[in-house]
Each structure stands twice: as C-alpha cells, then as structure tokens.
C-alpha cells in the first residue's frame, strides 16, 4: 500500500522493491558505500528509516 493524500493506494507488487533497489544503487553512486546511510537511502525512496528498518524485536530472527 502507498499512502497518498487521498488514502491508501496498493501498490504492484515488487513496485516497492524495484523503488528501494534503485534508491540504494543511486545513492551509493552519489556519495559511495562509506556514506550512504539508511536514513539516506530511506528519504530517496520516499520512506521512513522506520519503515527500511524496523524493530530488531519485530525481525523473525530476533532472539526472544
């Protein structure tokens, strides 16, 4: 789902990969593999670290 002004729009699937691979790609071009940053990569794809990264507790390998 993407979430536009006027609610939430689904997304093809694999759209969402394909936006977060090319971001990573564009970014590591642009200022290379030192200084690209989550939260960098994150805003290139228009979306939140939180939603690149999420909790370590929510992880299906994450210790109890």
Known sequence: MELTPSGPVP???GALD???LAAV???VVAYGV???TAASI???AGISRVTLLPA?????LARP
Do not use: F, G, S, T
């Not at 370590?56 to 299906?60: D, E, Y």
């Open 34 to 36: 030192r200084r690209a």
């Open 18 to 20: 394909a936006d977060l």
């Open 25 to 27: 790609r564009d970014e």
């Open 56 to 60: 370590r507790r929510h992880h299906p």
């Open 42 to 44: 994150a805003a290139r």
């Open 11 to 13: 997304v093809a699937e």
